[in-house]
């Protein structure tokens, strides 16, 4: 329905008066969708070094985090209640004298974290392996952690 | 005496890739040092996971190619709790200004950490001139 506004200039003004921000939800939604899908867009950032995943069945927790360039002996890991504690220090050897750096992205630095895990967990049973730069932790769980499966009779 | 400081949380820079690859995966740049002295260039990537085997460095009309596989651990039967870092390839490309002698091109990798040493070809080493008065 055509109408006249008060400076005599035709618009579709009472069709639909919220079809312009009709159309921006939309968009939004869409971009929403789109960004569900990329990869990155479902971590949320941890605000502590190092990032870590954490995994598990029914037997036991699996901890990964990617540590490039410390050594096994260089890290302290300590359990405690249902606590992991990560810690350690990451030293970036110096290169001797007459050396012109053209880029430094590589990071030193000290880190520790504190990871709780969400079931109690056998500290007897922490199995801890560095290699190629990733640490794995495997620790088990408490029999009174594991799932039950119950029969249906 | 001076406290290190803290390390802080990077999250892994993915490569907007030029080129599709045949199977589906992330790629990632891997964080690079890359210094030089008058006899060669060296540089130092982070690329955790990588193994020895699994590393391909390529050096041709000036560019160097570096890249990583990463085995992707086998957790079929494992559920996720939390999630923080993504697994996948490493690769990145660097154009080289100094002619480099490929022949004694060394490359080392150690927890996930490799160091490329290029040394420069003869005519690239700087020479000082001494220039004589008279």
Redesign the interface.
Known sequence: MITRSTINFPSMGWKNPFLGLERMVQQMDLLTKTLHGM??M????????????????NDK??V?A??????ADEIDLQVNGRNLAISG??K?QS?GG???????????????RVIG??DDIDSDSVDAK?V???L?VVISKTEASKPKQIIVK | MAE????????KQ?LAAPAEQTRSG?IFTP????????YEI?L?A??????ADDVSIDLRDGVLTLSGDVKP?D?S??????????IGKYYRQFTLADVIDQNKIEAK?E???IRLTLPKAEKAVPRRIKVSTG
């Not at chain 1, 479902?42 to 069945?57: G, K, M, Q, Y």
């Not at chain 1, 990617?66 to 050594?71: A, D, Q, T």
């Not at chain 1, 053209?102 to 880190?111: D, I, V, W």
């Open positions: 990869p990155e479902r971590l949320f950032p941890s605000s502590v070094f190092p990032a870590v995943n954490i995994t598990e069945d927790y699996y990964r990617e540590l490039p360039g410390i050594k220090e990451r970036i290169e007459n050396t012109r750096y053209h880029r430094r992205e590589r990071e030193a630095g000290k880190f520790s895990l969400p560095m190629n730069g990733v794995s | 290190s400081k803290e390390l802080q949380v990077k999250e993915e992330l964080e690079v040092d890359i210094f030089e002295t008058d060296t130092l982070d690329m955790p996971g990588v193994a651990w957790n039967e494992e559920s996720d709790v939390l999630v923080e870092f993504e990798i927890d996930g950490v």
